[in-house]
């Protein structure tokens, strides 16, 4: 899972400089997804085509919305780092495994347990106070208001990504699930893509590096690490791997981009990341 974090800590670096070589966020999205699924596709095809036979068609479509659900998740989040700045648009998206408690208390019957709902109040507060530290600045971010807002927007659609992954991760293999679903959010964000005029041809080859990277590090390596996790334990205790990210991303923020990380700023991240942790800690009811 180590491995997974400091995958996943590398995204919205190659983010930001496939962003500044050109490409739209939506682009950089479908790619992502697309070069992901194009590597996972014919292992899958000559390993998983049983499990795919016995799938049934319910749980086919649970994985096609599933899927939806992902590429929901890197189209919101992508843009977010268009007009915030990395250390707020990391942490907000952090706040994912808030809605993947609430979602599992409703959809699978967890029980929300006291330290749960105490991290909620934790998180939420850490996000507010992230919020306010934004609130008509725009020194080191265009429009923070805006990209924290699609930062939330990207916690809120990861989670019933996870959710839904969680039971088809007890019918399918790891693998049989990624390509599955990866190859889902892949044509849904190529759909979105073509329907708002975009095009997935860049202007500089620099840019398909960057997202090629962002494919197979954080996507191949670090997404579906955590796809392997939500098999093995509840919903919002599989989160607790992404408390890293928010750490590993700002270190990289502030040495290869300059970044500044405002005082405010880190209280709020440390209330965040302080409830999230509290929730995702296992305990006994």
Sequence with gaps: MLIGVLAVSTASIFI???QQSGAGSLAIAALRLTFATLVLVPPALLRCREEYRTLSGRDFVAALISGAFLGAHFATWIFSLEFTTIVSSVVLVTLSPLFVALGSALFLRERLLPHVLLGMGMAITGGIVIGLADAGSTDAAPNPLLGNALALAGAMSIAPYLIIGRALRHKLSLLAYVALVYGAAAVVLF???LVSGGS??????VAYLWIALLALVPQLVGHTSFNWSVR?????????PILGEPIGSSILAVLLLGEVIRPLIVLGAALTLGGIWLMSVRRDA
């Design 232 to 240: 093995r334990l509840p919903a919002v205790y599989g989160t607790v």
């Design 200 to 205: 997935p041809l860049l202007g500089s080859p």
């Design 191 to 193: 759909g979105a893509l």
């Design 16 to 18: 930001r400089y496939a």
